[in-house]
């Protein structure tokens, strides 16, 4: 058995106890040693990693303070989140109506130019 | 090991703080704030615990814990009252603290906090822990599960509500990179 077999059903089998072929290299190898004591103290820390923090008598209100729930929060919520999508829509909407109006001047000039028209098809020699 | 029954045992069917949750959990599908107040008073030591499972500093495991609590309220309607309630807040906690890690990717602290003071001690246990380090988080994850959590496979894909292939592609590919880890410069 070499150095990378052992290594691999050390780490794979995770048992404290190996075989005697295991044993018996770890023995004679001092790499695969270190590597067996290693992975026990690398198992030993992630089985007591634990943070240990403890919730306070508050959290619970925390959390619900917290609830996008109630109409005053979604009104908030729905102001926060839809004001630049308003404004924006203003926005356009207001390029968009001043574009499309026509400017004074220009309908004074339609209304002339109809004058126009209306008074040559109106006028006697325009019937004849 | 505490850990790990205390999150399996669910509260028996038929039994009075059994039906007592899922009255709060009917009333918190209503929208009852105050119920649910109480299912986080009820539930929020086991989510610290999970969390701190993943996290150190007590700031990170609040957040996560809030998170949990806060998708378990947005979520409710999806919940079927087939498991245990419990069983549903475990998958809840477990998948915020995995998104959290895989956001993180690198981690920013050492597994131990005592690590950084004492890192010029040249221990075998510190340089384990400057190994872990290098981890990536989601392999952490699996791993604290296997080792801390001591959850088979098959528990590990119940819990999280994954496939057991892809906990076993997950683990066998974390347990590689330890090993590799583990075996640097020997
Ligand atoms: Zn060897």
């Known amino acids: 058995m070499n150095c990378a077999q052992v290594r691999k059903l050390l780490a794979e089998e995770g048992s404290d106890v190996p075989g005697v072929e295991i044993r018996d290299h770890l023995d004679e190898c001092p790499g695969c040693a270190r590597f067996a004591e290693r992975l026990k103290l690398a198992a030993e820390i992630l089985r007591n990693h634990q943070s240990g923090t403890e919730p306070d008598a508050g959290f619970a209100t925390r959390v619900v303070a917290a609830l996008p729930t109630s109409s005053a ?10 004001l630049p999508a308003t404004l924006a829509l203003a ?22 130019g109809d004058d126009l028209w209306s008074w040559i098809l109106d006028s006697p020699g325009g019937e004849s | 090991m505490e850990l790990a029954l205390s999150i399996t045992m669910g509260l028996e069917s038929g039994t009075e703080p059994a039906r007592e949750e899922a009255a709060l959990v009917a009333a918190c599908r209503r929208g009852d704030e105050d119920a ?31 998170q949990t609590f806060l998708t378990i309220w947005q979520k409710l309607d999806t919940y079927r009252a087939k498991a245990p309630f419990e069983h549903w807040l475990t998958r809840v906690c477990l998948n915020c603290c995995y998104e959290r890690l895989r956001k993180q990717k690198v981690r920013s602290e050492p597994l131990d906090e005592d690590y950084a ?20 988080a989601t392999d952490r994850f699996i791993l604290l599960l296997l080792h801390g959590e001591e ?7 119940e ?19 330890l090993r590799q880890l583990l075996a640097e410069e020997l």
């Open chain 1, 73 to 82: 929060d979604l009104l908030g919520w729905a102001a926060m989140r839809l």
């Open chain 1, 91 to 112: 926005l356009v909407l207001t390029v968009w109506a001043l574009a499309a109006t026509p400017s004074p001047t220009s309908l004074v000039e339609q209304a002339l």
């Open chain 2, 36 to 66: 649910f107040a109480r299912l986080v008073r009820r539930h929020e030591k086991r989510v610290f615990r999970l969390a701190g499972r993943f996290f150190r500093q007590p700031e990170e495991v609040e957040e996560v814990a809030q």
């Open chain 2, 117 to 136: 003071a004492a890192s010029s001690e040249p221990t075998a246990r510190l340089e384990v822990e400057r190994l872990l380090e290098v981890l990536p």
């Open chain 2, 151 to 157: 959850w088979s496979v098959a528990e590990i894909a």
């Open chain 2, 159 to 177: 819990r999280l509500g994954w496939s057991r292939a892809n906990v076993k592609v997950r683990a066998h590919r974390a347990r590689k990179k």
